[in-house]
């Protein structure tokens, strides 16, 4: 019942959203959080209601749902027909559909659970600010994209969904509009993640053309029909070309640019859209093309490299910058970079269960930091806090718990899905990514610093904080400290759901999205480069010594971080020195300004770098051959307009002076100086005729009088 | 005392056709011109009554008449002609008068 009307979903909080969009101005606030954070509960509950009847329905395979409404693009009537790349003719098809499977219950019960705490949430943090009814009217409006973007059952479905969170993404980091950094920080993300979606959209075309079909279940069936070689090279290009599209929403090298910069909306939407949900998106994206990924080992690894490299190179960058939120925006990139080198090697199962436990530390870390900047009447220096731990009780125990999850400590939530990755990463195409894993190594250990000073500026260390900010300091309401708890609970309690077999569990998890991915660990195996093994083979390699060995570094890299967090900074006093700045200025620069990518990207791409008068980069190459087509080509086309324009003066003369002047004003001139005497006999006045009368007159009397 | 006879006449009217050829050939004013006119015309009355007295009879005395009332009709519409001309140019400069020679 729940799941015939899963459409409902989305329109839940869509409805939300329209409310606000044309009421919201003259509604009460306790009207505003009935309607949007009633709309999310509502649809939190459904989404819950129908996953039960879905695993009811489904009864252990993992066999897709699918709920089409209508067909939305295209018709099989031969108007919108393409010839697909063997020359048959396939009809431009996307219905407006609705597919679940394990994949998609996950992501649908973990954005709409988070997504209905940070709008409790919300309802506190956003109790002072201007723009009530328009924030939460666009967090409705982000979930209805989000549902839509998870629940599609085709590529253009998702796309939608696809785009709406980008366009509330911008909407977010612009809510306050009036602050220029703001209003540029919106303008980056959109345009960075359009760079994205150009990739996302080439990608899906191509695989319509290759594949015939926009929906996920007949693109399935097509690549897992053995019709396709491994390392297709169009499979391979739609898969490179999609990825750059996750690479876009899901903030990788190279387009993570905007992410950090995306802090500029207020701080739920950081954890709803910038940390739990939207940015995982392209994570949900690769996994859902699973079936396309496995057959291009090269886009696969590229999907690796770029994982492990974002994941290492945002954590060096969060290591030293001291805006709270920022430290935590490169924390994401670099936690989303965990998620690709997962999905690069094939664990997808591993990477979409980082998603899961990462979206619940990840909202609590925002959520806590939004508390902490609530208590701190909006400071964000994490150089002007320090011994918050008593003041704001819960806040510090629920941030906390979310450190000690995502540094991966047992056995909070992060340790499971991190040491999974990590695990996979070694033990995957026979050792050929040991080199990454070694990359994922260094960034846990990075991420246990990172936390740890975060955790020790804010909460242990000596008061930093000026007298006015300290007199102000105040536990968040109820509305904000609850959802905190809640999410804290997650964060201890997720990745239990997934407990290993080395440690006696049963990994459900796992075996919840087998299914969807089971096929691609055949192909994998079949092509002998895989951990994900079928499943007897799997649990084999899991008891394996080493992993137990790896688990132990992990935590030992957790515990190091740790440390030298708490002995740099556990007593870190008014004017404190980052230690890195003292014992390596050079490299303590170049992480503080973030390797300078951004000013990079200024000397490529965005034209803001000029030596002279001569634009940089790519904008300068457009303004030189802009330079020469002005120049060169239109001054040859100008050239040859010049003597076609100097033929046509002398052509022109010789019609006006020798055609028109001879040939047909002669004889009017000639005719006219004929004329000239005639008319001295006409010249009007009216004396000279009676003159000349009167003259006429006497001759003729002297005539006739001589004769 | 010299009797007048018919040519001291004829002498008065070609000395008054004369002066009014004059005026007409000289004078701008359309208004002196249709005086000028006028006294052609008296000159050729003149010349009518002198020779009417003598051949004794009334011919020439009764053209005479038709004249002057001549006159009196050619006056008035020249006159007419002239004042609704000048509400149009504001002028009664003859040599200004000259739109009909194109």
Partial sequence: ?707 | MVPITTLHYLVVAAALFVLGAIGVLTRRNVVIVLMSIELILNAVNLNLVAFSRMWGNLHGQIFAIFIVVDAAAEAAAGLGILIAFFRNKETVNIDEIDLLKW
């Fill in chain 1, 1 to 707: 019942m729940f799941l015939n009307h899963i459409y409902l979903i989305p329109l839940f909080p869509a409805f939300g959203a329209v409310i606000m969009f044309f009421f919201g101005r003259r509604l009460q606030k306790a009207t505003v959080n009935a309607v949007c954070v009633g709309a999310v509960v509502v649809a939190f509950l459904f989404a819950c209601f129908t996953v039960v009847e879905y695993t009811h329905f489904a009864h252990g395979t993992g066999h897709p749902f699918e709920k089409i409404l209508y067909t939305w693009l295209g018709s099989g009537d031969g108007h919108l027909n393409f010839v697909k790349r063997d020359g048959t003719t396939a009809s431009f098809n996307a219905d407006a559909g609705f597919l679940l499977d394990p994949l998609s219950s996950i992501w649908l019960l973990f954005v709409t659970g988070v997504g209905m705490l940070i709008h409790i949430y919300s309802t506190g943090y956003m109790a002072h600010e201007g723009g009530y009814y328009r924030f939460f009217g666009y967090l409705n409006l982000f979930m209805f994209a989000m549902l839509t973007l998870i629940l599609a059952n085709n590529y253009m479905m998702l796309f939608v969904g696809w785009e709406g969170v980008g366009l509330c993404s911008y909407l977010l980091i612009g809510f306050y509009f009036h602050r220029n950094s703001a209003s540029t920080a919106a303008n980056k993300a959109f345009i960075v993640n359009r760079i994205g979606d150009a990739g996302f959209i080439l990608g899906a075309l191509t695989l319509a053309w290759y594949l015939g079909s926009f929906r996920f279940t007949d693109i399935n069936v097509q690549a897992r029909g053995g019709h396709f070689a491994i390392g297709d090279p169009v499979l391979t290009a739609a898969a490179l070309l999609l990825f750059i599209g996750a690479c876009g929403k899901s903030a990788q090298i190279p387009l993570y640019i905007w992410l950090p910069d995306a802090m500029e909306g207020p701080t739920p939407v950081s954890a709803l859209i910038h940390a739990a949900t939207m940015v995982t998106a392209g994570v949900y994206m690769v996994a859902r093309s699973n079936a396309v990924f496995v057959l291009a080992p090269t886009a696969m690894k590229t999907v690796a490299i770029v994982g492990a490299l974002t994941a290492v190179f945002a954590a060096s960058i969060g290591l030293v910058q001291n805006d709270i939120k920022r430290v935590l925006a490169y924390s994401t990139v670099s936690q989303l970079g965990y998620m690709f080198l997962a999905l690069g090697v094939g664990a997808f199962a591993a990477g979409v269960f980082h998603v899961f436990t990462h979206a619940f530390f990840k909202a609590l870390l925002f959520l806590g930091s939004g508390s902490v900047i609530h208590a701190m009447s909006g400071e964000q220096d994490m150089r002007n806090m320090g011994d918050l731990r008593r003041r704001i009780p819960t806040t510090h125990w629920t941030m906390l718990v979310a450190t000690l999850a995502i540094a991966g400590i047992f056995p909070f939530a992060g340790f499971f899905s991190k040491d999974e990755i990590l695990w996979q990463t070694w033990a995957s195409e026979g050792g050929a990514y040991r080199i990454l894993w070694f990359v994922g190594y260094g960034t846990a250990l990075m991420t246990a610093f990172y936390m740890f000073r975060l955790m020790y500026l804010t909460f242990y260390s000596p008061s930093r904080m000026s007298h006015e900010a300290e007199h102000h300091v105040h536990e968040s309401p109820k509305s904000m400290t609850v959802p905190l708890v809640i999410l804290a609970l997650c964060s201890i309690g997720a990745g239990w759901l997934s407990w290993p077999h080395s440690l006696g569990g049963s990994a459900h998890f796992e075996k919840f999205l087998e299914p969807v991915f089971a096929r691609e660990a055949v192909v994998l195996v079949e092509e002998g480069k895989s951990a994900q093994l079928a499943a007897g083979e799997k649990e084999a390699e899991h008891t394996d010594k080493t992993e137990y060995a790896l688990m132990f570094l992990s935590l030992a890299a957790a515990g190091v971080g740790w440390g030298m967090a708490r002995h740099s900074y556990a007593r870190a006093a008014k004017g404190y020195k980052e230690p890195i700045a003292v014992d390596a200025p050079p490299l303590y620069k170049l992480l503080y300004n973030k390797w300078f990518v951004d000013e990079g990207y200024d000397y490529v791409f965005t034209g803001r770098r000029k030596v002279g008068k001569v634009r940089l980069g790519v904008m300068g190459a457009g303004e030189a051959s802009s330079w020469f087509d002005a120049k060169v080509i239109d001054g040859a086309v100008n050239d040859v307009g010049w003597v076609t324009k100097a033929i046509a003066t002398i052509s022109t003369w010789w019609d006006k002076w020798i055609i028109d002047g001879v040939g047909v004003n002669g004889p009017a001139i000639l005719a006219r100086m004929i004329s000239y005497p005639a008319r001295l006999f006409e010249w009007g006045l009216v004396q000279w005729y009676a003159l000349v009368m009167v003259a006429g007159l006497l001759g003729f009397g002297v005539y006739y009088v001589w004769k």
